[in-house]
Antibody, heavy 121, light 106 residues
């Protein structure tokens, strides 16, 4: 059974850096073709992709946010960490991590429950 | 950057067929994936690579991709199908989501 779970602060102040951790089980990020992505969703709005980490440590970022994002493997082999700098109230929303099992086309077949992040002073 | 266009909302009578569309430039050349998201829940993939159903997804859900539109079809719509639906593609090494369609079952 594949599970993913996001963890991190619920409340972040403007200008601060957000760090979120995705802890997963049931698959290995060392397997060819596997990747873990981060997707966010402002309240009442659509899904927005943020970043992707491949099994081989290659990364991809949303062009509009790439200057603020970093995605890395965590200290544990079953964790992926997302950092987002210069947080702003418009970054408020639910942040999801999700797995993709194909290299040729990214499709998210398993998702975490989401982590709510509120940016406010 | 690549864009996917979805209608804001679609309504369907209980037991009838709903069609949710996703438009994009040369979309027929891309692999389109579809997600269902119910209020307060994480998205769930319901169709991948245009027309394939993950295990556990009812065969009432089907997909197609031809012409200039990808379509998610929900046959014999049930009250439990009421949700937001998102299409998604992989283009130029970026993940792109459509704006989402709210399906209402009347």
């Amino acid at each position: 059974q594949i599970t993913l779970k996001e963890s991190g602060p619920t409340l972040v102040k403007p200008t601060q850096t957000l760090t979120l951790t995705c802890t997963f089980s049931g698959f290995s990020l060392s397997t060819n073709g596997v990747s873990v992505g981060w997707i966010r969703q402002p309240p009442g709005k659509a899904l927005e992709w943020l970043a992707l980490l491949y099994w081989d440590d290659d990364t991809r970022y949303s062009p509009s946010l790439k200057n603020r994002l970093a995605i890395t493997k965590g200290t544990s082999k079953n964790q992926v960490v997302l950092t987002m700098t210069h947080m702003d109230p418009v970054d408020t929303g639910t942040y999801y991590c999700a797995r993709s099992s194909e290299e040729l086309t990214i499709k998210f077949d398993s998702w975490g429950q989401g982590s709510l992040v509120i940016v406010s002073s | 950057s690549y864009e996917l266009t979805q209608s804001l909302s679609v309504s369907v009578a209980l037991g009838q067929t709903a069609r949710i569309t996703c438009g994009g430039v040369n979309i027929e050349r891309k692999n389109v994936h579809w997600y269902q998201q119910k209020p307060g829940q994480a998205p769930v993939m319901v169709i991948y690579r245009d027309q394939n159903r993950p295990s556990g997804i009812p065969d009432r859900f089907s997909g197609s991709n031809s012409g200039k539109t990808a379509t998610l079809t929900i046959s014999r719509a049930q009250a439990g199908d009421e949700a937001d639906y998102y299409c998604q593609v992989w283009d130029s090494s970026t993940v792109v989501f459509g704006g989402g369609t709210k399906l209402t079952v009347l």
